[in-house]
């Protein structure tokens, strides 16, 4: 799991992949990112995988978005990422909140402050709308290309 150590948010996302690690009798190995990464760096971290857990974070969608899709086509590994973006680039799949929701509930919480709303007085809110995002050209080509066994899960 690649996550970005100055981020809170992926030390909570951190967390919750190794208890399902455990769950699942998975070892996870994790990869805390600070900055910018050599792409060699990035191999390493990748080389004996057998697939990789993006976390959601704005230097994966940004500083190194193509790195890690051509990384992760290359090496012939899975690689599930926490936005949409990372599948539109050529990624597997991701899982995550749906961001344009997000920002129409924040354009809400303007109009409500622009009219007098107190910020302090207006609730925190979650998301409420997450998409699960794959890219089928990227999983043919995966399937045509992996000597890997296949992993499949069956949704309940």
């Not at 794959?134 to 296949?150: D, E, F, G, V």
Request: proline share 6%; with cysteine.
């Amino acid at each position: 799991m690649l996550w970005h150590s100055g981020n809170p948010g992926n030390l909570l996302q951190l967390k919750g992949a190794e208890v399902a690690a455990r769950t699942l009798g998975m070892q996870l190995e994790s990869v805390p990112v600070q900055g910018p990464m050599t792409s060699t760096r990035l191999f390493k971290a990748v080389h004996a995988a057998d697939g990789l857990l993006i976390a959601a974070a704005p230097l994966f969608t940004g500083v190194h978005r193509a790195r890690i899709v051509e990384l992760a086509a290359t090496s012939r590994l899975p690689a599930i990422y926490g936005y949409r973006q990372n599948v539109e680039a050529g990624g597997l799949m991701s899982y995550g909140a749906n961001y344009p929701d997000l920002l129409r509930r924040a354009g809400t919480y303007v109009d409500k402050i622009l009219k007098g709303a107190n910020p302090a007085d207006l609730p925190v809110e979650q998301p409420t709308k997450f998409e699960f995002v794959i890219n089928l050209r990227t999983a043919k080509a995966l399937a045509s290309r992996s000597r890997r066994r296949c992993y499949s899960a069956r949704i309940r």
